[in-house]
Structures are given as structure tokens and as C-alpha cells.
């Protein structure tokens, strides 16, 4: 591959890998910029393939062109580790685990994974049915809905929510500012959070659970970042 053709997928690879690398390092306020941080993983991917290619490059190339690779791999790398440590938790967490003695005649079981699914509803307009049906086929332990109506709540309970998961918190609300949650154990020590939505912190056994439905990023986005960091 040719010098010139290399340097140019450098610079198109590189240069969008160090705008996310920016963003997500100064994480600016606008909108724009919180969607953008949003695809900060595929930088992973960039930096890998620009590294692969300045050793190519550095291997053949002697004098200046050489010393001009080497300090380009040097960013992709920092950048590369920079990202493994952001996605490192996200990559090595663990499923939470079920509350709930283990069977005596089971010792060496290990507790089942807590199942958590959210859907948003679309302010009460999505099918209940669709919803009961997938919380039955995924067996679904604890289930988090956001835009819950009062009207869409009614059709949750006649299609048989109610009965695969007994207990919840949360309430319905006009619009978007319903948020429910429905589990199969009891849920304790519910507090309401002051976000814009309906948000909610509680416990199911030694797990907690943050219900969030956050102000959408858009435009001046500080309500969403200040609402971040109430959890």
C-alpha cells in the first residue's frame, strides 16, 4: 500500500477517533456533543486499525517518514488505552445476582442473574400484550417502563402483568413523566428522584435499582448532566 494512501486512512480514521476521545474527555454541554459521546466505543476500533497501519508503515519507512508514524502510534495508543479503561467496567461487570436464600438441597447453586428489562412506552402508546408477552418469554425479573399512562397501566394490568410481576413502585403521569417499576420480589425503600421525568431509586434484596428517565439531550443540554448526577 502506498505511503500517501495510508497517510490519508490515518487521517480519516484518526481524526473523527480524537473528536470522540475530546468529547468524552471534556464532555461538553451541547446536545450535539452528548449523542456524539454516545459512539465513543467505535474509537476502539479506529485507533486499533490506525495502529496496525503506521506499524506496517514505520517497518517499511525510513528517516522522517518513519519518526512521523512512531509519534501518530504513540496518540493511537494512548487513545486505545484511554478508551479500554473508560469501557474496562462496562466489559467486566458482573450480572447482578437474584435476592433470595439458595435452595438447601442445592448448596453449590449459584443465585440466578436479575433479569431487568425497560421498554418506553411512547406515552401509552405501545402494545401491553407485546409487553406481557416479552416479559413472560425472557422470564424478565424486574421490569422498568417509562411514559406509563394511566390508560396504557390499565391495559398492563388486564393483560396479565399484575400476575408475573406482583409488586411495583413508581406511578403513571401525563405525557412522559410516568415511570413504574413491576419485579417479582418486593420492592423497598423507594425515593423519588427531582429529575424532569418520573425517576425512582429503590431496592430489591441487596441490589439497588435506579428507575431514570432522563431530560433528553437536546440543545443545551446542562438539565440533562445535572439529572446524571443525582445517580
Known amino acids: 500500500m502506498r505511503p500517501v494512501v495510508v497517510s490519508m486512512l490515518v487521517v480519516l480514521l484518526l481524526a473523527p477517533a480524537l473528536t470522540l476521545t475530546a468529547a468524552r474527555f471534556a464532555q461538553p454541554a451541547g446536545g450535539f456533543w452528548v449523542r456524539l459521546i454516545s459512539f465513543t466505543p467505535y474509537a476502539v476500533v479506529s485507533y486499533l486499525v490506525v495502529l496496525v497501519l503506521l506499524v506496517v508503515v514505520s517497518l517499511r519507512s525510513r528517516g522522517a517518514g518513519r519518526q512521523l508514524s512512531l509519534v501518530a502510534a504513540l496518540v493511537a495508543v494512548l487513545g486505545l488505552a484511554l478508551h479500554v479503561v473508560w469501557l474496562w467496567p462496562a466489559l467486566t461487570a458482573r450480572p447482578a445476582q437474584l435476592p433470595g436464600p439458595v435452595a438447601a438441597d442445592q448448596p453449590n447453586r449459584a443465585a440466578p442473574a436479575l433479569r431487568v428489562m425497560t421498554v418506553n412506552l411512547l406515552l401509552g ?66 425515593t423519588r428522584l427531582p429529575t424532569e421525568s418520573g425517576s425512582y431509586l429503590m431496592s430489591i434484596g441487596s441490589v439497588r435499582l435506579v428507575a431514570f428517565h432522563s431530560a433528553p439531550p437536546l440543545g443545551d443540554a446542562r438539565a440533562w448532566f445535572a439529572e446524571h448526577r443525582l445517580v
Open 125 to 190: 402508546g405501545a402494545s401491553a400484550e407485546r409487553v406481557v408477552e416479552l416479559v413472560r418469554a425472557n422470564r424478565v425479573n424486574v421490569l422498568v417502563l417509562e411514559e406509563v399512562t394511566a390508560p396504557e397501566r390499565d391495559q398492563l394490568a388486564a393483560a396479565g402483568l399484575d400476575v408475573l410481576l406482583p409488586h411495583e413502585a413508581g406511578a403513571p403521569g401525563e405525557g412522559y413523566t410516568g415511570t413504574m417499576v413491576f419485579a417479582r420480589r418486593p420492592l423497598s425503600d423507594v
